[in-house]
């Protein structure tokens, strides 16, 4: 804290403001915050399990022997360095086997099976207006920069001649000459600008209802005539495929149009480069510096790169994370942690409840759906009940490329068997250590993985308002998600249907409105705000999460369950308000906040930190905060939804 700054006029300083002063960003890192600190909290624990587990022994289970072997492939420098670019050379090879565009359409299979989105992107999920079972999506995709505003806008015009440079560089480990370089990188952003111009915005992105568009397979053969979809599919292993869901219509018809208007060659080029880029975080030193060069330093700003070690264990938890998950649950996830969760979760759903239940702008048809859905809401806390078994992918100690290859086919093909069947509504899609957690509106349900119940979100030695006004707000920001402007689409089974009377959808908008003003007004860099429309949800989120959260702490005090007494001079009420605020400590570097304020849904943390509390009345009681303060928002442009 700062408390020589008064509270009134800049709370988040208040809070944090000798933390920001006394932590700069470390070299290997792009950002430094709270959520930092408990990842880094977390990976020591990783780092513990990934030693024990490399160490070969008899005595290592199925899990343990993956996650060592996995682990021993990542820092063998000496093998990776042998092998150079050699591991991805088979791939480029039947690239330039390709001999036109139908069949350069097919490839795209190879790409899409290692969940890599060249092209376009494809998965399976629950049908957004069947929740019951499973669906394919094609999305729009195929871009290897963060956004189509870095290949569209003028802003980020230094970034497409790094990038072009980048890529020159990057032929060049493949043998080709300066001058077959220079052309074949021109070649490659002139592909991806032209995916570019057929992509939707980002906030265009999020919004369900214009983004479902059911296709049989005969209507996608009449609506994009020049890529083979039943050869796709069935390559893919679903020719029995029947609908499909396009996300982005207009994207798939520039698609289609660049199959006819482009020469083969292009794609083969674009092609070698994805395959190329995929790879190169798994390839020699030299790749890995060029690649850290431009991806890591030049876009986002990181000086150096992480330890071996670190990004050893996120390319673990991302392929095989419920092998390392059930590890760490094991060693670091203990009963009674789980317990005092359910504990918070209840309190939280107990406050929500009510709310819906007597809000007054809401007409009581609305009402009666938003409490059934309410009614039909599950929350899943640590992990899941029954593992993942990843006993069908081959590990080899020596092959980092191909396990990384393998189990992403492994889980791609997983996914892509269920389409058309039940819903398993026991998958969680976060691993157990995880900082991190999620909502899915078309399950109606919350998660919150083992990793994020941790200091300083979930303290077992802290007291109430200090965990309420951290993990409490997290659970109150995930159940309100389901009531944001777009989980207010779901129903209570989880499919997409208007469940709302006109006016009440009319006055959740006008409401929705105000704190997509508020926010938009952020300045978080020189003429460059944050984006209202696309962290609209989440900005809602945050402001439920902090109102309820606080109402369930106040329950507490005024049944006895939590003493109402001060602490180091501090009310409980104050040290929510606190807590909640130093959750969102952040420093980050000027490269990341650019790209995260271009693509991210989430605003950066000093606006999450005080963004909810200037709509706040009870926050304005506890600091005496008065009106006209930088603080409190008049009630003109107060914000009250849930």
Same mark, same amino acid.
């Given at each position: ?7 009134? %006029? ?128 094609? +999305? ?247 593992? %993942? ?16 290859? %393998? ?5 791609? %093909? ?124 989440? +900005? ?103």
């Amino acid at each position: 804290m700062m408390p020589g700054v008064d509270p009134a %006029r800049d709370f988040y300083r208040f809070a944090t403001g000798n933390w920001l002063r006394h932590n700069p960003i470390p070299a290997d890192k792009t950002r430094w915050a709270g959520f930092d600190e408990l990842l880094e909290r977390n990976f020591r624990l990783l780092h513990s399990i990934l030693d024990e587990a490399s160490a070969p022994s008899a005595r290592r289970s199925g899990s343990e022997q993956r996650v060592g072997d996995f682990y021993r492939s990542s820092l063998d420098w000496k093998e990776r360095d042998r092998k150079g670019v050699s591991p991805v050379l088979p791939d480029i090879e039947r690239i330039r086997r390709i001999d036109s565009s139908r069949g350069a359409a097919r490839f795209l299979v190879h790409f899409h099976e290692v969940g890599d989105a060249t092209g376009f992107a494809v998965r399976s999920a629950p049908d957004w207006k069947d929740s019951s079972r499973y669906i394919l999506y094609l +999305n729009q995709g195929g871009l290897s920069l963060p956004d189509r505003e870095y290949y569209l806008s003028d802003r980020f015009s230094k970034i497409r001649k790094g990038y072009q440079r980048h890529l020159q560089r990057m032929f060049r480990f493949l043998n080709e000459t300066e001058t077959d370089a220079r052309r074949d990188a021109r070649t490659v952003l002139d592909l991806e600008t032209a995916l570019a111009r057929s992509s939707r915005k980002r906030e265009d992105l999020r919004d369900p209802l214009t983004n479902y568009h059911l296709f049989s397979p005969a209507s996608l053969a009449r609506s994009y005539p020049h890529f083979p979809w039943k050869e796709y599919f069935s390559d893919l292993g679903n020719p029995g495929l029947g609908k499909a869901v396009i996300g982005q219509p207009e994207f798939f018809s520039g698609f289609d149009q660049l199959l006819v208007d482009l020469e083969v060659d292009a794609w083969k080029t674009y092609f070698s480069w994805r395959a190329f880029h995929g790879a190169a975080p798994y390839l020699d030193h030299a790749v890995f510096r060029e690649n850290f060069d431009f991806f890591q330093r030049k876009l986002i700003g990181q000086k150096k790169p992480k330890p071996d070690w670190r990004d050893a264990a996120q390319t673990i938890d991302r392929l095989i994370g419920e092998d390392l998950g059930e590890i760490y649950v094991r060693k670091h996830f203990p009963p009674e942690a789980r317990l005092r969760m359910q504990e918070l979760v209840r309190d939280l759903q107990d406050v929500f409840r009510d709310r819906l239940a007597g809000i007054p702008w809401m007409s009581e048809p609305t009402r009666r759906e938003a409490l059934k859905k309410f009614r039909r809401f599950t929350p899943k806390i640590g992990y899941p009940d029954k593992f %993942r078994d990843y006993s069908g992918v081959q590990i080899d100690a020596q092959d980092l490329l191909g396990n990384v290859v %393998r189990s992403a086919q492994q889980e791609f %093909r997983r996914r892509l068997r269920r389409v058309g069947k039940t819903v398993d509504r026991t998958e969680w899609l976060m691993t157990p250590p995880t900082v991190n957690a999620y909502f899915s509106p078309s399950l109606n349900e919350i998660v919150f993985p083992a990793g994020i119940l941790q200091p300083p979100f979930f303290d077992m030695e802290m007291d109430d308002a200090v965990n309420y006004g951290a993990i409490g707000v997290v659970i109150g920001h995930e159940m309100t998600h389901g009531y944001d402007d777009q989980g207010r689409k779901f129903d209570a089974e989880g499919n997409l249907r208007d469940w709302w009377v006109k006016g009440d959808a009319q006055e959740f908008e006008r409401r929705s409105r105000r704190i997509e003003r508020q926010y938009s007004s952020y300045e978080p860099l020189p003429k460059l705000h944050v984006n209202g429309k696309l962290t609209k949800g989440e +900005n809602i989120a945050d402001l439920g999460g902090v109102s309820i959260a606080f109402e369930a702490l106040e329950r507490r005090i005024r049944t006895g369950r939590t003493p109402g007494t001060k602490i180091e001079g501090y009310t409980p009420q104050q040290r929510f308000f606190l807590a909640y605020a130093q959750t969102w400590r952040e420093k980050m570097r000027p490269e990341l906040l650019r790209q995260l304020l271009t693509t991210d849904p989430h605003s950066p943390g000093p606006c999450r930190g005080v963004g909810p509390l200037v709509n706040f009345p009870p926050f304005w009681k506890a600091f005496d905060i008065a009106p006209g303060t930088p603080m409190r928002l008049p009630e003109s442009r107060r914000t009250r939804i849930w």
